[in-house]
């Protein structure tokens, strides 16, 4: 089944500054890659996803790129505010149509903004 | 549009009693996703169902959980006889006809003692 690997684990950086967090993933069948944000006693919010078919996508501050030949996939967010601070989680799914398997989900990253 | 609603919201049960966990998708979503999340990890999938049908359970426990999606009412996820082990977050997610996103509830904390 697939794995996915989420480095680090902790991440703080100053206002204002940039963040990366970075994902690998281990099923060259997966083509689906969502992020999700999750702040203390709430659901994942999804924050942006990209597709197999696509390298690269952007949203305002948070951007998302897929090397699917080195397997791995990042996201970026520029101009970090101290609302950026959660749980980010990245996932695959071989199924960008959705069906069965789910999402496998890497084990988080806590982003602390400091001010 | 409610989003999906997961009840309730914090669950605690003694160990060998049962528990019943519900989730009712967003209006329209005929399927649904349960995952669990343990304290510091991520989400693991347990189970994918549409109304009326299991289609993977590949992530359920093979004894105690059960679940279902009835063509009226909530999906229901039932623990049986649980332990402290089954403490932990249960976050159910839905999808129109199975197409991503998925749209999660904000889960239920779910405490053994």
Redesign the interface.
């Known amino acids: 089944g697939e794995n996915?690997e989420?480095h680090p684990s902790t991440l703080s950086v100053q206002e204002g500054d940039s963040a990366v967090i970075k994902c690998t993933y281990s099923d060259s069948a997966s083509n689906?890659f969502?992020w999700?944000k999750q702040e203390l006693?709430?659901?994942?919010?999804?924050i942006i996803?990209i597709r197999s078919n696509v390298g690269e996508k952007k949203d305002q501050r948070i951007a998302v790129t897929l090397n699917k030949t080195a397997k791995h996939f990042s996201l970026h967010i520029t101009e970090t505010q101290p609302e950026d601070s959660a749980v980010y989680?990245c996932a695959a799914?071989p199924?960008?149509?959705?069906?069965?398997?789910?999402?496998?989900?890497?084990?988080?990253t806590h982003l602390i903004i400091q001010p | 549009n409610a989003g999906v609603m997961q009840n309730p919201r914090h669950l605690v049960r003694r160990r060998g009693q049962e528990a019943r966990l519900r989730c009712s998708p967003v209006k329209g979503h005929s399927h649904v996703y349960w995952y669990r999340q343990l304290p510091e990890e991520g989400l693991k999938f347990m189970v994918y169902l549409q109304k009326e049908n299991i289609i993977d359970e590949s992530g359920m426990p093979k004894e105690r959980f059960s679940a279902e999606f009835p063509k009226e009412g909530p999906s229901i996820l039932r623990i049986q006889q649980v332990v402290r082990g089954d403490s932990a977050a249960y976050f159910c997610a839905s999808s129109p006809q199975g197409q991503t996103p998925y749209t999660f509830g904000s889960g239920t904390r779910l405490t053994v003692v």
């Open positions: 996915v989420q689906y969502p999700y006693g709430k659901g994942p919010q999804l996803d989680f799914s199924h960008s149509g959705g069906g069965a398997d789910g999402l496998t989900f890497g084990k988080g």
